[in-house]
């Protein structure tokens, strides 16, 4: 299906590289575009394949039909130019996972997960239980190891499992899961997909080619997730429902405790919703009580979610960045009842602050950042919270040590992404704990 094609990438970060690569000696004619110049190491190791290198910044100008594939970038948004550009001519886009999914070996099992918020950390710990179950899994996906990148770890009889993000969703077409999993769903990416009911509908193409023997795992809970799961083909299974449930006791799976809530190093509702939603996926494999409850015990999550950085004085510091939405950030301030020096703001996609209203009880200061910063300026005033126009957060941090107290928590959770100063949102996590180790 992709060979001896003339074949356009755009965007060459690791999934672009990783495509190029694996179609550089299947006799196709390929150009690699991106609007940074490269690596020079992987522009010499590119260029002896035989890849065309164009850099520039207006890419829909590369676009012609002359082209037998596109191959996207995920972060290129349905709303850009060159999405409407490639609408315009007609032309078959796909992304680098859809590409992967057709070099598959036969006979595996290919477990996604997706949601607006505790994808990664749900996708973590199916992924660690299983090794722990001595079961061959391969990760891989939006959780930073582009598909591409591991085939050849894939043999027959392996399970996969992905972390399927909505802008990966957009651009697939013949990719199927065996078992998909919906976290949950809230607005977020709007700026990416235009409306929320058009993200809704991506999230949906999970399930996309799923038949009755097919497995969908959803929140019963989040009533957004329901409407679009309504129709699909896919066995249902559902938690927070009255079969699989967390209380004061524990996780229950069937009606029956898997793992007392004592045993959790992890700690909140939404740590408890991810791990429902990843003991219902074990479970498909058989559950073994002592190796979820000695996992469990030690687990204390992902990097940059809700990540305890440090007690410094008898203030904690806590790293959230992956809150790119309010969604995230009202899962984070629910954790704590100590004051917050909150940290909030970044890229502008129109995200609503208003949602955050009803978790600021505890907020004591907001310290606004990023390009929303006189919006988040402006929404700190009306909520009577004092506010700091910081615009960066090397600022924020040297305003917070002035002003933090012992009891008090600083919580890096931006409600925003982190696209107008940092490549990715790791970034931005990885500085600001990088002031905190210097205070």
Known sequence: MFENKKILILGAAKSGIAVAKLLSDKNNEIVLSDMKKLKIEDEEELTKLGIRIVISEHQEELLSQEYDVVIKNPAIMDTSIISKRITELGLYAVNEMEVAYHYLPKNITIIGVTGSNGKTTTTTMIYELLKRMHKKVVLGGNIGYPLCSVLNDIKENDILLLEISDHQLGDLK??????????????????????????????????????????????????????????????????????????????????ELIIKKEDILLKGNHNYENILAALLVINEYGIDKEIVKEFFQEFKGVEHRLEFVRNYHDVLFYNDSKATNPTATITALKTFQKPIHLILGGQERN????????????????????????RVEEYAKEQNIPVVKCYELKSAMAKIKDNIEAGDVVLLSTASSSQDQYAKFEDRGTEFKNYVANL
């Not at 607005?187 to 949906?204: C, I, N, R, S």
């Not at 602050?353 to 009803?358: R, T």
């Open 174 to 255: 013949d990719f199927k899961t065996n078992i998909s999993v919906l976290t949950n769903l809230c607005p977020t990416h709007l700026d990416y997909h235009g409306t929320y009911e058009h993200y809704m509908w991506t999230k949906a193409k999970i399930f996309a080619h799923h038949t009755n023997k097919d497995i969908a795992f959803l929140n019963e809970a989040n009533s957004d997730s329901l409407v679009i799961t309504k129709d699909i083909n896919s066995h249902k299974i559902y938690f927070n429902n009255e079969d699989n449930y967390y209380n004061d006791e524990g996780i229950f799976i069937n009606k």
């Open 351 to 374: 995200q609503d602050f208003k949602e955050l209203n009803d978790y600021l009880k505890y907020v004591k200061q907001i310290y606004a950042i990023g390009s929303v910063t006189e």
